[in-house]
């Protein structure tokens, strides 16, 4: 049910929301570009341009030479340097931390190894980057992306347990950190790439995922499918093989048995673990390795199979390959195409694009700051 | 990305929309819970009131007797007889036409049986049933359900062949139908039970609707998922079952060679087809037919198996069964449920209900219906 119509004091948040957003998503622009952009007159503009930087969130400068004659707009662009949120990635084998300013900067940038399937000591390294990365400003507090399912109500994260991460690590910083958020990985990068990405502008993506586990993140209609309680996405445990191996969630033939790390490795006969033994088989498959091109087959038909399966679900324009996957689904576009053209529908293959990520290995990062920029964004000057 | 807060003119637009849309989806109410459900003070209430009912789109009357104190709240109702649209059902085996009044009262119906999979003569019947039932009124349009693929952009349907159904309608009654709109018959179902069905104040929804074809609408975040094109929901074509029968999609293990009616039915040893062939398998288990009973096993477990792969990907709170599933799915909820057990991850599956649909058969109808009213709702002054 629509609610009604905005108050002025609601109309102008949005406005000062909508014209913060457009700088600290498209990048800085004039001032003529904001008044076409947004739909509003130039003196508007000029007031709202007037609070956001009274407010320290945007600055005013000439532009460079424009050659043109006429006194030229004025540029109007986020303040990165001093308005900025923490960044964490938790993945299955490092931890990132990054300071990520307003507009989507990083500004800086600190990653520590950590032992596979371990829990226990995840909260003092990243407690201890955010502490040693500490910037002079404003900071809108902390995102964090985890390979795991998160509830939606209180950020607790199903990772071998119920971990409430986001209290965790507010305990450490509660001066520091105003507000700690947490998502999951593929969501954010769906988020990142579709804030500022390859997706940027599609409003039906598909964003998958995979290291040891397989996730989505899903955008429909230009919104994120989260589902009801925050777990929307869990496509690595789409069964696709009834005859295939024991997942660890307790079923059988789950897509991530079959397109996950461990499969790839076992079948190409590698004893490491993790995104350098994946790129390890990718290249002995370039150079001929029979072993390795026959692994990397198999997982390239099935990374196919489920595909089709979501692009005949959700009609998607655009899929994007992330994590493990990226170089996967290089190594065997023909494998995934195949099965995308003997299984899609044709009306739902015909326009889908498959694509790998624009922001690489930042996308987490990027996305998990945007979880604490978007309060901002809401009411700028809250 | 977000547009710009809304003028006093779309402000307005927006308020009477929603003041519309309150008494449309949930019938007549009184000013009093009006101005508490909108946000609005009275008296901008009594000004929009009097708008909508110099348009004739709404009538205020005393309330019956209270029992209280005070003067009552007058209450405020659709004008369902005068305002009205024609809903479409084109089903496997037959057409149903209803004439639907705002507030999605249905004022009149007919119904056609018609031989399966011919198209050739779906124009004709509709535009006579629709002039037949011509009412006093304004004429909204019309909105058609098809079990077809709707392409968005025109409406053409995709049933053995393209067929530009919505453009056909019109010409056959251009004074008549200001505009006629098409949409997939799942989805229908999925709006009007979200609407006004079993999945109201439900805002993530799948509705998985069978006949000879199964297709879901699907609901993410309270809004509808479409896809790019349009063709959204295609879970019939999920493979399930690698080492399966052939579909007629080309592929090979649809889900809807699983628990569509024609499996159902071969199983069954039956040679009838349609919803009472269906009716009668389910009935024949009911006594104890041992073939009967399992065949609906079979079928129990394989729509078990899909729904829990949706499960895991939209983790929904409501799944719906309808058309031919409906039944199949009450006479099966052992073999569901326990595939959801086993298959379906803890957390998405804790919190998910399963339910079938509240209107019945007229869901199709009601959902075709809504399509006509949105652009009133939208601009009730247009």
């Known amino acids: 049910m629509r609610a ?42 000029g007031a709202l341009t007037a609070d956001l930087t009274e407010a320290g969130l945007v600055t005013e400068e000439a532009p460079r030479e424009t050659g043109r004659a006429g006194r030229p707009s004025l540029v109007v662009r986020a303040m990165s340097e001093t308005v900025y949120s923490y960044a964490v990635s938790v993945e299955v084998d490092q931890i990132r931390v990054a300071r990520v300013g307003l507009g989507g900067v990083i500004l800086d940038q600190r990653s520590a190894s950590r032992p596979r399937g371990e829990t226990s000591d ?3 390294p990243i407690a201890t980057f955010i502490r040693d990365m500490t910037g002079a400003g404003r900071c809108l507090g902390a995102g964090i992306a985890v390979a795991g399912m998160v509830r939606h109500e209180d950020g607790v994260v199903h990772l071998h347990g119920d971990l409430p991460i986001a209290t965790l690590v507010r305990e450490q910083l509660p001066d520091l950190l105003p507000q700690v958020k947490v998502g999951n990985v593929a969501d954010l990068c769906a988020l990142a790439e579709h804030t500022r990405g390859v997706a940027a502008g599609c409003d039906n993506v598909i964003y998958v995922y995979g290291d040891v586990g397989v996730g989505a993140g899903i955008i429909a209609g230009g919104r994120r499918v989260t589902g009801h309680g925050g777990y929307g996405g869990e496509v690595g445990h789409m069964v696709v093989n009834p005859s295939g191996r024991r997942c660890s969630c307790g079923s059988k033939g789950c897509w991530e048995t079959e397109i996950g790390e461990l499969p790839l490795l076992e079948l190409a006969g590698s004893n490491e673990t993790g995104l350098s033994a994946v790129l390890a088989v990718v290249d002995r498959a370039a150079r001929g390795d029979a072993v390795a091109i026959s ?21 998607p324009e655009l899929v994007i390959f992330g994590g493990t996957l990226r170089d996967v689904y290089l190594a065997s576009a023909a494998q995934v195409r195949s099965k995308l053209a003997s299984m899609g529908l044709a009306a739902t293959r015909e326009h889908v694009r498959l694509r790998t990520p624009a922001l690489g290995v930042d996308a987490a990062l990027i996305g998990a700051a945007e979880l604490a920029f978007q309060a901002l964004l809401e009411d700028p000057l809250a």
Do not use: C, K, Y
């Open 122 to 124: 995840l909260i003092s």
């Open 4 to 45: 009604s119509a905005p108050s002025q004091e609601e109309i102008r948040r949005q406005n000062l929301g909508a014209l913060l957003r457009f700088v600290h998503e498209r990048g800085q622009m004039s001032r003529a570009e904001l008044t076409t952009e947004l739909g509003l007159n130039r003196s508007t503009i």
């Open 295 to 315: 692994a990397v087959r198999h997982v390239g038909d099935w990374l196919g199979f489920g595909v089709a399966n979501l692009v005949n679900i959700f009609n």
